[in-house]
């Protein structure tokens, strides 16, 4: 009897627990993996938290156009239904290149610059 309570209570809460987060706006942090250095190898970052719902695209730009290949992790959730992904892409800054991410949640897109510390 107490695994069917349990049962039934875990079930509710799946149910239930998104349905009682708010729609929540991104917070988007774009960083390298080691401090920037024209012509050193390196790796942009792109960290999107704490939103809702979890339907995102995040895209990493060089001079304003997708850099391919880029990697993704998978979904994830906080307790409070939250969502948080983070994408990354090797790359080489070069001088006058601009690098960045473009998030798009709720239909809105908007673009995040990496400001190099060189």
């Known amino acids: ?3 069917f309570v349990c049962s039934v209570f875990l079930l509710l809460l799946l149910l239930t627990g998104p349905s009682v987060a708010k729609e929540s706006a991104p917070k988007v942090q774009v960083y ?5 250095e024209y012509g050193k190898d390196n790796t942009l970052i792109c ?7 979890p339907e995102i695209t995040i895209e990493l730009l060089r001079n ?4 391919p290949d880029a990697k993704q ?3 994830a959730f906080e307790e409070n239904w939250h969502y948080h992904m983070t994408k990354h892409v090797p790359f ?4 006058g290149d ?5 998030v798009t949640h709720l239909g809105k ?8 510390d060189m």
Not at 32 to 36: F, H, Q, S
């Open 47 to 53: 960290h999107v938290s704490g939103f809702h719902p």
């Open 1 to 3: 009897m107490r695994a």
């Open 73 to 75: 992790t998978d979904l």
């Open 98 to 102: 601009e690098f960045g991410c473009r």
């Open 92 to 95: 080489t800054p070069n001088k």
């Open 32 to 36: 390298t993996r080691a401090p920037g």
């Open 64 to 67: 304003g156009k997708e850099i």
């Open 109 to 116: 897109k908007n673009a995040y610059a990496w400001e190099p």
